[in-house]
């Protein structure tokens, strides 16, 4: 139902006119009294009246006094005043000295001339339509009762949009005047200040003189922190929060022991960049000067995690200020840091290339000040903006799941963010996106905006078309705390309230720091020349530290020596830790021994294969496992015959195709204790509707996934349908793999040709974070590839970008063309302790093809072959004549076409296919060519274009095994700019163009 403060027509679930939303309104509907709670509908009635007589039913004309009078009804009833109202004096620029309350500027001229509250009566009988009362008590009654409204309204409008006008900037550039704030705007002035309004819910007591509301309001709403709350839908969470600020009325109320250690921490953070500044002159840093009340923020987060339950928190930031934290906060010794700054890296690291300072992770266990301790995790990240978010968030995942922390009480995800990257990387608004999703939650991230109102040199007015850098973050309905980086004090309050709020409702929320950037962007740029302005009044702001030092001076909390005191001891340990690097090299400062979850797991390549048979018995527990539901569960009739056609593929040895593969690897896994998670877009079902690793009754809505009841002490089997984002989704799981080697991570693309969405994850994490950063992960990523003329966004996974980034051991890169061979891949990905990305092209058309499902002796005896030789020819490889070797789902295309060309001599072809690209089984490949020794043509073929897909990685590797024996051809698609065709005529006709090409024998 509409309700008489949204006549506007704006529901309440519009957060864009937060006055308006729902919140308490005044009851100021004229047909209250007649129509008691149906007084909203009776207006909405009313509405439709308005603009068309004839749509209500006739009876309503008279009770709406007919068309002409009914029109304006509404607006007089509300401007009616009694006649001994005094005039309105105007708008009051700010109430008298019991305190700051909102500043309030004079109001524009457009506010001045607003409708004020006038003196006109009541027109006759219109009193009496109402109430059936006396015109004089029920005019006054009238004006009472919206008077009060007014000031609820006025109430209301401080919650939602106090920010406006709070001092959150210590640039001063924020807003002194916003009308919905001014007392004039609700029609009062300094003359009302002093008489008594019901205040609703505000604390106090119920009823206040307007100076104590205003009072209360102005220093909740508008002192250095503004807070936008009331865009958020939960009654009880805007309920909670408003109490806890307007109790406290934002005000800290801090000891004076607190107070010290911000402090320090603000001395310990300004030291350390003046000290590099003047150490390591020109040496790019990205100094915190001008946020340093980062450092404190953060070390109130780690110290008071006990106290919420917290033991563990990883945390994810970009560049600004990395270096400060890695000293302040997880405790990274100022040697090791110095030494980056000497670049005197340990050259025998055991990991390649590494990477530079400001962007390598490092974890430590620190012992806050009761004595308990808390792991802290700074996740590696590269320069790319917010990359690192959803790794954050997937990493702290697998760490709640390993722990059994099914809500994410005791391990929190904290992210700092620079402003202009937060607005505009589309990564934070997929981020935010998962936060409340099942399987991908983490029970809220606390996000830190370090908003020094500057990226790189473009201004706010540039970077974005939100009014606040964080507007992204309302879309999750969480609260966002807008503070004064120069106030520390309420830099902590705002802390306190984020950190309880997450923790109590398991959402995020966000503190946005505003601060400024005391230097270019590193240290080497000039400001100046692109922000002058600005510069010439940053150069002459204090610093953080010594404001709130001179503070606390003046304010007797501490003496001037115990402020020297305090910054002699952080300059000391500076110092010192300078003459010792100078006198000794350390070593690398995150050792590359595998910890904690990944002892015993591996870089280094195993040379022996791995077993990855199973036992028959053990295949038909799973596949009868899989095809069974509870007995109460109604399964869609065409799944039955699927569902019983798997229990019968492996018990009648009637072929396995890649659905029941992929299930009996996962069952297997499961079986023997490692749990599996996969997660894409529509994976639990599969987009080829081949998995349905998910089913549905078809009464309930219920969902059953058989894999994970195959047994009862077997490990999880998860799957979840993501969210449709490739990016975040694909870092999540990255994240995940980082935390926990032991269970197989899976991320699936719905057609390969999406996963270059995702292309950042790929490149700067899963390919290249081992030599970087020493991080290993065992992520599988399952990408639908084929050329099936379905043109050209649903053909190609790229499978020439993955292979262009192998080097050292980057991937692992696989084409399977049988369901026992992904069965096998899928198991030695796991079997073994040698942790390496696996990607997989994995096939569409042939998930069905007859030819690609295996018999059950291919799950019992084999295991992963790199390179799979032609059964057809390999009994007698003198007689052949000619050698294709090939990847991928073509190799079906030339088995039937040598069929046709070769009609009785197919013996003289072999066709080869190589099963994994990377890494490039030289050995096996060498054996089998060498075998054809007679053979006098060499082909690689393979369906994507010639400048795309393998030829140019494998060209040379493979001329070098086919030696001297002649040149290697190519055949396969014409180089193109766009990876398949979009008709299919052309595809067929490109096709067998190239089929030609191979089997010609004049070529
Ligand atoms: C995705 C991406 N695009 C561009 C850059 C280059 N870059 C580095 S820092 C920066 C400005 C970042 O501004 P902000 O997020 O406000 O952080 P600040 O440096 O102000 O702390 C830019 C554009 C980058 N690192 N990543
Ligand atoms: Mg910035």
């Not at 340093?292 to 928190?313: C, K, Q, W, Y």
């Not at 054996?927 to 400048?947: F, K, L, M, T, V």
């Amino acid at each position: 139902m509409k309700s008489s403060q949204n006549s506007n027509g704006t529901g309440s679930a519009d957060s864009s006119d937060e006055t308006q939303s729902d919140e308490p309104q005044p009851p100021n509907s004229p047909y209250l009294e007649q129509f008691g709670i149906n007084a909203g509908w009776v207006e909405e009635v009313h509405d439709r009246f308005r603009v068309d007589a004839r749509s209500v039913d006739e009876s309503w004309s008279e009770e709406f006094g007919g068309v002409v009078e009914a029109r304006d009804v509404h607006d007089q009833i509300r401007r009616q005043v009694p006649q001994s109202r005094p005039a309105s004096p105007g708008p009051i620029t700010r109430p008298p000295s019991t305190g700051p309350i909102a500043p309030i500027a004079p109001a524009p001229a457009s506010v001045a001339s607003a409708p004020q509250p006038t003196n006109l009566p009541l027109p006759n009988g219109m009193a009496e339509s109402i109430s059936g009362g006396s015109v004089a008590d029920d005019a006054m009654m009238l004006h009472i009762a919206d008077k009060h409204a007014r000031v609820l309204r006025l109430i209301h409008a401080y919650r939602a949009r106090g920010h406006r006008v709070a001092h959150c900037d210590p640039l001063g550039g924020q807003s002194t005047y916003f009308p919905e704030l001014d007392p004039a705007h609700y029609g009062f002035g300094n003359e009302n200040l002093e008489e008594p309004f019901v205040a609703g819910d505000l604390p106090g007591g119920s009823v206040q003189t307007l100076r104590q509301i205003l009072t209360r309001l102005g220093q909740t709403y508008c002192g250095p922190i503004g807070v936008e709350f009331t865009h958020v839908q939960d009654p009880g969470r805007k309920a909670w929060l408003r109490e806890l600020m307007e109790e406290s009325q934002n005000h800290p109320n801090l000891e004076d022991s607190e107070r010290r250690r911000i402090l320090e921490k603000l001395a310990g953070a300004e030291l350390f960049c003046s000290f590099l500044a003047t150490k390591f002159l020109g040496q790019k840093r990205f100094s915190l000067d001008g946020g340093e009340s980062l450092i404190p923020l953060l070390d109130h987060i780690i110290e008071n995690a006990p106290a919420f339950g917290i033991r563990e928190v990883v945390l994810g930031m970009a560049h600004r200020g990395r270096l400060n934290v890695l000293a302040n906060i997880l405790g990274k010794s100022y040697e090791s840091i110095f030494s980056e700054f000497e670049d005197s890296p340990d050259v025998d690291a055991p990991f390649g290339s590494g990477d530079v300072k400001y962007h390598k992770g490092f974890s430590s266990d620190r012992r806050v000040a009761t004595g308990e301790r808390v792991h802290l995790t700074l996740t590696s990240n590269p320069s790319h903006l917010e990359a690192v978010d959803p790794v954050v968030e997937g990493r702290t995942k697998a760490k709640q799941v390993r722990a059994g922390d099914a809500d994410g009480e005791t391990i929190i995800p904290v992210i700092v963010h620079g402003d202009a990257a937060f607005a505009g990387q589309g990564m934070v608004a997929e981020t935010l996106n998962l936060s409340q999703l099942a399987g991908y939650c983490t029970g809220g991230t606390i996000h830190i905006i370090v908003n020094n109102q500057i990226g790189y040199t473009t201004t706010p007015a540039e970077a974005r078309s939100t009014l606040y850098c964080t507007d992204v973050a309302k879309m999750i309905q969480v609260p966002v705390f807008h503070v004064n980086g120069d106030h520390p004090e309420a830099v902590i309050h705002v802390t306190k309230l984020a950190m309880a709020y997450r923790q109590r409702f398991g959402d995020d929320v966000v503190i946005d720091m505003v601060c400024y950037r005391r230097h270019g962007h590193n240290e080497g740029d000039e400001p100046a020349f692109t922000q002058p302005r600005l510069y010439r009044q940053i150069r002459e702001k204090k610093p953080v530290k010594r404001l709130y030092m001179e503070k606390l001076v003046a304010g007797g909390r501490i003496t001037q020596e115990e402020a020297d005191q305090i910054d002699e001891r952080q300059r000391d340990a500076l110092k010192e830790a300078l003459e010792v690097i100078h006198s000794k090299s350390p070593g690398p400062d995150e050792p590359y021994d595998p910890r904690g979850p990944w002892t015993g797991y591996t870089r280094v390549r195993p040379d022996a294969e791995i077993e990855t048979a199973v036992p028959l018995d053990r295949l038909r527990e799973i596949a009868n496992g899989i095809s069974r539901v509870p007995s109460y569960f109604n399964v869609h009739k065409k799944l039955q015959v699927i569902l019983d056609q798997r229990a019968k593929a492996v018990s009648e040895d009637s072929g396995i195709d890649w659905g029941l593969g992929e299930a009996l690897a996962y069952g297997s896994l499961v079986l023997e204790g490692t749990p599996v998670r996969l997660s894409g877009q529509d994976s639990s079902r599969g987009t080829f509707a081949h998995r349905h690793a998910v089913l549905v009754d078809q009464d309930s809505g219920e969902e059953y996934a058989p894999l994970d009841h195959i047994r009862d002490n077997q490990a999880r089997f998860e799957v979840y349908d993501s969210l449709l984002s490739e990016a975040a989704v694909l870092g999540f799981e990255y994240g995940y793999s980082l935390a926990d080697p032991s269970s197989l991570v899976l991320w699936e693309a719905q057609f390969g040709d999406f996963v270059n969405g995702a292309q950042v994850i790929i490149d700067q994490f899963i390919t290249s974070a081992h030599v970087k950063w020493g991080r290993m992960s065992g992520l599988v990523m399952l990408l639908p590839h084929g050329y099936e003329g379905q043109g050209p966004e649903h053909s190609s996974a790229r499978v020439e970008r993955f292979l262009q980034t192998c080097a050292e051991d980057s991937l692992q890169v696989v084409n399977c063309t049988s369901s026992a061979q992904f069965f096998h891949v899928l198991r030695r990905q796991m079997k073994r302790t040698y942790r390496a990305p696996l990607i997989i092209f994995t096939p569409k058309s042939l998930l069905r093809h007859p030819k690609a499902a295996s018999s059950v002796e291919a799950f019992t005896d084999g295991r992963f072959q790199e390179v799979i030789d032609d059964p057809i020819v390999s009994a007698k490889p003198k007689d052949v004549q000619r050698v294709i070797v090939c990847v991928g789902k073509v190799y079906f295309d030339l088995v039937e076409a040598r069929a046709k060309k070769f009609e009785g001599r197919e013996h003289e072809v072999a066709i080869v296919r190589v099963e994994q690209l990377y890494p490039w089984p030289e050995e096996p490949l060498t054996e089998i060519i060498d075998r054809y020794r007679n053979a006098s043509r060499h082909y690689w073929c393979q369906e994507e274009p010639r400048n795309m897909g393998a030829w140019t990685f494998v060209r040379d590797r493979l001329q070098a095994i086919v030696g001297k024996k002649g040149w290697l051809r190519y055949a396969g698609r014409n180089e193109a700019a766009s990876p398949a065709a979009g008709s299919p005529r052309v595809h067929r006709a490109q096709l067998q163009a190239f089929l030609e090409d191979v089997f010609n024998e004049e070529s």
